[in-house]
């Protein structure tokens, strides 16, 4: 077997944690060095996916010869939800289940009745959603809503089939993810949302069908910004379509008024239509970094915590609970205040302002999810 037929699993390397025996959480909230409170939590469940989008997981890098992770290195339901409590424990109400694309996971349902449970420390509930392709919805999205997820984000690049079928390069069909929004609608998974990666050139002609598709719809879709997430993608910043741009395109045609955020730390500008059609959303990590208020933390398939989507290392906290020396759950939360409090990340911000650290090679996004 020639070195280039050995299976490649990508596993970027990872920070062990160490925390003392008597180790215990500091009291409230916790807020890293820019006050950014943590309050949301992206959990990848899978490396798999059966797409492969360019943007994301190239299949000239990701080929035949990519090997995904070994199920034993994955997080167990359990190990999830243990880590999950104890990040409910720290502030995070927002619980985004993501890949990978995270349905290939085999029984999820069963993690999202164990996340579902879970209860913010003054009792309410948390908000439990989850970022899908929509390949698997029409068959899913009734066992997910019954297993108690509350809404979902579907990525949708084009309704134009040659289009879109070129950016997931597996030949997947639009009317397949059509028909698998209208069963999550059917299944009360609402309010759905669909996110749409513009690239210049590629597939920026879909910007006005897909406005028009969604209009009415009771829909939110949302168009963001192409990035330069992992060393993958080959991005270049002129195949980047500002979000003003998009904007500017739509208004053209359907005027459009701004809404204010929805929640701190939102990463999307809404907009409405001006005739009550409904309500878009623009996601621009490039022209119009939001690290501001970036409450976000993701947590791999294998149990590493990355505090920024554009992150070079992570922190092992599988090492911690697969380690010879049982930990608690204090032990828990005292690491992810530790690593939380002494964070800086504002990568889109540097980049727009290009001081964008270079060197060591960014996560890649299948890996850590959206
Ligand atoms: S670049 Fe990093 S810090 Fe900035 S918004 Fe994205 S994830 Fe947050």
Redesign the pocket.
């Known amino acids: 077997m020639s070195a280039r037929e050995v299976p490649l699993v990508y596993s970027p390397p990872a920070r062990p944690l160490e925390v003392p025996a008597d180790a215990v959480p500091p009291a409230g909230l916790i807020a890293d060095t820019l006050g950014r409170p943590l309050r949301d939590l992206r959990i990848s469940v899978t490396d798999r996916c059966n797409f492969r989008c360019g943007y994301c997981m190239p299949k000239q890098v990701f080929d035949k010869h990519h090997a995904f992770l070994p199920h034993a290195e994955l997080l167990s339901f359990e190990e999830i939800t243990r880590l999950a409590r104890v990040f409910v424990g720290l502030g995070v109400e927002k619980l985004r289940i993501t890949g990978g694309e995270p349905t290939l996971r085999r029984g999820l349902e069963a993690l999202i009745a164990m996340l579902a449970e879970l209860r913010t420390p003054d009792g309410r509930e948390l908000d439990l959603t989850l970022t899908t392709n929509g390949s698997t919805l029409v068959k899913k999205a009734a066992e997910l809503r019954a297993a108690g997820l509350k809404r979902l984000t579907v990525s949708l690049d084009g309704l134009d089939d040659a289009v879109f079928q070129r950016m997931n390069d597996v030949g997947f069909p639009v009317a397949d993810v059509l028909d698998g929004i209208a069963a999550a609608q059917v299944a009360g998974l609402g309010p759905i949302k669909v996110n749409m990666v513009v690239q210049r050139g590629v597939n920026d002609d879909q910007i006005l069908p897909m406005a028009r598709h969604f209009r009415h719809s009771g829909v939110v879709l949302r168009f963001i910004e192409y990035m330069d997430v992992g060393a993958t993608n080959g991005w270049r910043m002129d195949q980047v379509l500002p979000s003003r741009d998009v904007l500017d395109r739509i208004a053209a045609v359907f005027p459009l008024v701004p809404l204010s955020h929805s929640a701190p730390g939102e990463t999307a500008e809404r907009w409405a239509y001006a005739d009550g059609a409904g309500e878009v959303g623009f996601i621009s990590?490039v022209t119009q970094?939001?690290?501001g208020d970036?409450n976000?933390a993701r947590l791999s398939t294998e149990g590493r915590l990355y505090t920024?989507?554009?992150a070079t290392r992570g922190h092992d906290l599988r090492g911690l609970l697969r380690g010879p020396e049982a930990v608690s759950d204090d032990q828990l939360a005292a690491a992810v205040a530790q690593v939380w409090g002494v964070r800086t990340?504002?990568?889109?911000?540097l980049r727009g302002s290009g001081q964008a650290p270079q060197g060591e090679r960014r996560v890649e996004m299948h890996y850590i999810g959206g």
């Open positions: 990590s970094a939001f690290c970036c976000r920024c989507l554009f990340d504002r990568y889109s911000q």
